[in-house]
C-alpha cells in the first residue's frame, strides 16, 4: 500500500516562503498526478492545485496564481509545493494526495498525506 | 472558482436515510463533473468515499452511494450508524485542470 510521507510542521514569519515535501513510500507515485489541498483550522478543504506525473506541468487554483510552486523529483518519488509571501490566513494543513488511476485517471483523491501544519506568526 | 455549496449539517437516527447535496451556484457557467466525495473524522486525513459521480473505491461500504444530475451532485447514506458522524465534502472537476471542493457538511447521528 503507498503512503504519503509529508514534511514536519513549520512556523514562518509573515512575508516568509515554506516549502512542504511529500514522499511516496513506492516508486509506482512517479505515474501519478499529485495534489495539494489545505485546510484552515476549523475550516474545509481547499484545492490549491495539481503537478503532472512527469513534473514538467503544473495547474493551481486562481488565488494561488504567482504564490505556490510545486515541483517534483522522480528519483526520490517526492513532490514539493512552495508557498510565498504568506500572510496569517496562510496558517492551515497541508495535505498532499495522490489522483486515482485504474485504466483512467479518475479526478478524486485516492491516497493523502498526513499533512503539515503551517503556521505562520510574527 | 467558488467553493460548490453544501449544507452545513444534516443529522438523522440511527437506522435512518440521509442526503447530503453539492450544488454549484446558478450563475456559474462551470459544468462540473467527476464528482467526488470525502469523509473525516475529526483530527483524521479526509478518506475517499465516491468516486466519478457514483462509484465507491474498495472497501467502502455500500452504504454510501452518489449520484449527480447537472450541477448538482448528492451524497446519500443509509442505515446511519454512529462511526458515519464527520464532516463531508463533495469535490467536483471544473475543466481545464481545476478542483472546486464543496463547504462541507457535518454529519451527527442523533
Known amino acids: 500500500q503507498v503512503q504519503l510521507v509529508q514534511s514536519g510542521a513549520e512556523v514562518k514569519k509573515p512575508g516568509a516562503s515554506v516549502k512542504v515535501s511529500c514522499k511516496a513510500s513506492?516508486?509506482?507515485?512517479?505515474?501519478?498526478?499529485m495534489h495539494w489541498v489545505r485546510q484552515a483550522p476549523g475550516q474545509g478543504l481547499e484545492w490549491m492545485g495539481v503537478?503532472?506525473?512527469?513534473?514538467?506541468?503544473?495547474r493551481n487554483a486562481h488565488k494561488f496564481q504567482g504564490r505556490v510552486t510545486m515541483t517534483r523529483d522522480t528519483y526520490t518519488s517526492t513532490v514539493y509545493m512552495e508557498l510565498s509571501s504568506l500572510t496569517y490566513e496562510d496558517t492551515a494543513v497541508y495535505y498532499c494526495?495522490?489522483?486515482?488511476?485504474?485504466?483512467?485517471?479518475?479526478?478524486?483523491?485516492?491516497?493523502w498525506g498526513q499533512g503539515t501544519m503551517v503556521t505562520v506568526s510574527s | 472558482q467558488s467553493a460548490l455549496t453544501q449544507p452545513a449539517s444534516v443529522s438523522g437516527s440511527p437506522g435512518q436515510s440521509i442526503t447530503i447535496s453539492c450544488a454549484g451556484t446558478s450563475s456559474d457557467p462551470t459544468s462540473y463533473t467527476f464528482v467526488s466525495w470525502y469523509q473525516q473524522h475529526p483530527g483524521q486525513v479526509p478518506k475517499l468515499i465516491i468516486y466519478e459521480d457514483n462509484k465507491r473505491p474498495s472497501g467502502v461500504s455500500n452504504r454510501f452511494s452518489g449520484s449527480r444530475s447537472g450541477n448538482t451532485a448528492s451524497l446519500a447514506i443509509s442505515g446511519l450508524q454512529a462511526e458515519d458522524e464527520a464532516d463531508y465534502y463533495c469535490?467536483?472537476?471544473?475543466?481545464?485542470?481545476?478542483?472546486?471542493f464543496g463547504t462541507g457538511t457535518t454529519v451527527t447521528v442523533l
Open positions: 469535490c467536483s472537476y471544473a475543466g481545464s485542470s481545476i478542483y472546486v
Open positions: 494526495a495522490r489522483e486515482y488511476y485504474s485504466s483512467m485517471w479518475y479526478k478524486a483523491f485516492d491516497i
Open positions: 503537478i503532472n506525473p512527469t513534473g514538467d506541468g503544473a
Open positions: 513506492v516508486n509506482t507515485f512517479i505515474s501519478h498526478y
